[in-house]
């Protein structure tokens, strides 16, 4: 069965600081999703980022980048200088491609402060 | 373009009873999913339901049951309820595009707390 573990439960940072987000991830299957969900104190998950198992390629979005390494099963985010706006709970999420539709095993998120 | 909307937000019951919880996805999606999360489990996937028909399910008791209309909103039920029901229950929506690709659309929840 498929795991996802987050082995920070909260960081607490100054703005402008950097911050990452560690994750690691368990599956039998070749092909899978990973994704990064972030879940504002209003309740509702913001869908972050998606990526392939095929694809390692690191990515950057403005302030976010993600780190996606097979050999270590891990996809790490990180937050370059960070604002108030981004605390939130960070969760890190699998899908098995041979599971069809939308069924996410996430990990139990990471809590960020950004302090002013 | 209006978002995930569940119904009702915050509600309370007590043991032994039943709770209906709706949830309307974006216009356009027919992919709706369940999600019940919990300080102690976390976010843990109920069902989802796809043109009406259930086409994955989590690991929860029969008493956790679900079902779509033709215009896709959704409905979840709890039969029976139990202290260990109490949680936010989230309701995510796909795009057209990415019905099998994990992208979804979270409404605010609906915090059940039964007593």
């Known amino acids: 069965a498929q795991k996802v573990t987050q082995a920070q439960t909260e960081i607490s940072v100054v703005e402008k600081e950097d911050v990452t987000l560690d994750c690691v991830y368990e599956?039998?299957?070749?092909?899978?999703?990973l994704f990064w969900y972030k879940q504002p104190p209003s309740g509702e998950l913001v869908f972050l980022i998606r990526r392939n198992s095929f694809d390692e390629q690191n990515e950057i979005s403005g302030r976010y980048s993600w780190n996606f390494q097979k050999s270590t099963s891990s996809f790490n985010f990180t937050i370059t200088a960070s604002q108030v706006v981004d605390s939130a709970v960070y969760f890190c999420?699998?899908?098995?491609?041979?599971?069809?539709?939308?069924?996410?095993?996430f990990g139990g998120g990471t809590r960020v402060l950004v302090k002013p | 373009k209006a978002g995930v909307t569940q119904t009702p937000r915050y509600l309370i019951k007590t043991r032994g009873q039943q709770v209906t919880l709706s949830c309307s996805p974006i216009?356009?999606?027919?992919?709706v999913s369940w999600y019940q999360q919990t300080p102690g489990q976390g976010l843990q996937f109920l069902f989802e339901y796809f043109s009406e028909t259930q086409r994955n399910k989590g690991n929860f008791p029969g008493r956790f049951s679900g079902r779509q209309f033709s215009n896709s909103r959704s409905e979840m039920n709890v039969s029976t309820l139990e202290l260990g029901d109490s949680a936010l229950y989230l309701c995510?929506?796909?795009?057209?595009?990415?019905?099998?690709?994990?992208?979804?659309?979270f409404g605010e929840g609906s915090r059940l707390t039964v007593l």
């Open positions: 599956t039998r299957d070749t092909t899978y999703y």
């Open positions: 995510a929506s796909s795009p057209p595009h990415s019905e099998n690709t994990g992208e979804l659309f």
């Open positions: 216009s356009g999606h027919r992919s």
């Open positions: 999420a699998l899908s098995e491609y041979k599971a069809a539709g939308n069924k996410l095993t």
